[in-house]
C-alpha cells in the first residue's frame, strides 16, 4: 500500500528530521569523519538499496557499517569471501535434530549469515561464481534458495 505524499504533515517531516540528526549523532560518537559516506550509506538502507564500499584497509568500513546496524537495532553479519566458501556456507543448511524426549530425527534448517538484517559480504571477489550467485540472488530477489526450497 503506497502513502500520498500530499499528506505527510509537517509534524511527520519533523520527527523525521530529528530521528536522522539523533541517528547521525550516535553514528558519529563510534566513526569520526567519513560524514559523506555516513550519510551515502543511511541514504542505502532507507531506500531498501545495497552499497558498494570500496576503500584501502584502515578507513574503518567495517566499524561503520557495523555500526550503523547497531545504532538501528538491526542484526548484522559479517561475511569473509574465500575461494573455499561454499553457497550453504552463507544461505544456510538443513541438519538432522533429535528430540530427546521422543528420539524422533528431523530435518531443521540452520540459517545462514544471509539473514541479518545487514550483510558485509566481503572480498566477494574471492569466491567461486556459485557462492556468489547465492549471494547476489538474495540481494537481487529478496529470497534465499537452500537444500532445493525457497
Same mark, same amino acid.
Given at each position: 500500500m503506497e502513502r500520498d505524499m500530499t499528506d505527510v504533515r509537517p509534524d511527520d517531516l519533523r520527527q523525521i528530521s530529528e530521528a536522522h540528526d539523533r541517528l547521525r549523532a550516535e553514528i !558519529? =560518537?563510534?566513526v569520526v569523519g567519513q560524514e559523506v559516506v555516513i550519510e551515502q550509506m543511511l541514504e542505502c538502507i532507507f531506500s531498501r538499496g545495497h552499497a558498494l564500499v570500496v !576503500?584501502?584497509?584502515g578507513l574503518a568500513k &567495517?566499524?561503520? #557499517?557495523s555500526t550503523i546496524a547497531r545504532a538501528l537495532s538491526l542484526d548484522f553479519s559479517r561475511i569473509q569471501f574465500t575461494p573455499d566458501l561454499m553457497p550453504s556456507d552463507i544461505t544456510g543448511t538443513e541438519v538432522f535434530q533429535e528430540? =530427546? &524426549?521422543t !528420539?524422533?530425527?528431523s530435518l531443521c534448517f540452520i540459517h545462514?549469515? #544471509?539473514f541479518s538484517n545487514v550483510v558485509l559480504a566481503d572480498e566477494i571477489n574471492r569466491t567461486p561464481p556459485k557462492t556468489q550467485a547465492a549471494l547476489l540472488e538474495a540481494m537481487q530477489e529478496g529470497q534465499v534458495t537452500a537444500g532445493g526450497q525457497i
Open positions: !558519529g =560518537k563510534i !576503500g584501502v584497509p &567495517t566499524l561503520l #557499517i528430540d =530427546k &524426549t !528420539g524422533q530425527r545462514g549469515p #544471509i
